[in-house]
T-cell receptor, first 115, second 110 residues
Framework: NAGVMQNPRHLVRRRGQEARLRCSPMKGHSHVYWYRQLPEEGLKFMVYLQKENIIDESGMPKERFSAEFPKEGPSILRIQQVVRGDSAAYFC?????????????FGPGTRLTVL | DAKTTQPTSMDCAEGRAANLPCNHSTISGNEYVYWYRQIHSQGPQYIIHGLKNNETNEMASLIITEDRKSSTLILPHATLRDTAVYYCIVSSYNNNDMRFGAGTRLTVKP
């Protein structure tokens, strides 16, 4: 897990507010995944990005959720108009192809609580 | 459409080997078996992966049956710090969508 940074570690928002979650991948990694984990459940894939490009967003909800990974700076997962059902732990993972895409290095997660 | 089946929970005595089974009877020829674990409230940690041969690293061993329909993760000398949820995942080499199921909650007891 060393090297992948996520902030904030805990985020509290009221319904209707926006949540911004940040992920800095391991040094030298140019690809990141975002996952969501509801309480007592496994991780669910959301989106896979490389710098300046979304590769696969098939796991992203169609509304209110967006992700980006700019050329400079961290990857951002943005949730607009949050609802209570968005309360979860959000993990990012980084990987550097052409090594196995599935050897992912995870960050510590951001725990979002929507009041 | 879960690809893997794992027991919900297991216990293991400290210092003994922990053997975690996984069934993946619908695995296809180009899919690997991956194991990750998640210690409470932390991000998942990669353990090991394999295609058809048995694999070993500093953390664990992976035994895959000849027909590839099941596998076993072995922690040779479990410690209290190995208490975690262990996920068995089958996925093709470059698949973006790793399906984490519910996993097996391993509790190592003193």
């Amino acid at each position: 897990n060393a090297g992948v940074m996520q902030n904030p570690r805990h985020l509290v928002r009221r319904r209707g507010q926006e949540a911004r979650l940040r992920c800095s991948p391991m040094k030298g990694h140019s690809h990141v995944y975002w996952y969501r984990q509801l309480p007592e459940e496994g991780l669910k894939f959301m989106v896979y990005l490389q710098k300046e490009n979304i590769i696969d967003e098939s796991g992203m909800p169609k509304e209110r959720f967006s992700a980006e990974f700019p050329k400079e700076g961290p990857s951002i997962l943005r949730i607009q108009q949050v609802v209570r059902g968005d309360s979860a732990a959000y993990f990012c993972a980084s990987v550097q192809p052409p090594s196995s895409y599935n050897e992912q290095f995870f960050g510590p997660g951001t725990r979002l609580t929507v009041l | 459409d879960a690809k893997t089946t794992q027991p919900t929970s297991m216990d293991c005595a400290e210092g003994r080997a922990a053997n975690l089974p996984c069934n993946h009877s619908t695995i296809s020829g180009n899919e690997y078996v991956y194991w990750y674990r998640q210690i409470h409230s932390q991000g998942p940690q990669y353990i090991i992966h394999g295609l058809k041969n048995n694999e070993t690293n500093e953390m664990a061993s992976l035994i895959i049956t000849e027909d590839r329909k099941s596998s076993t993760l072995i922690l040779p000398h479990a410690t209290l710090r190995d208490t975690a949820v262990y996920y068995c995942i089958v996925s093709s080499y470059n698949n973006n969508d790793m399906r984490f199921g519910a996993g097996t909650r391993l509790t190592v007891k003193p």
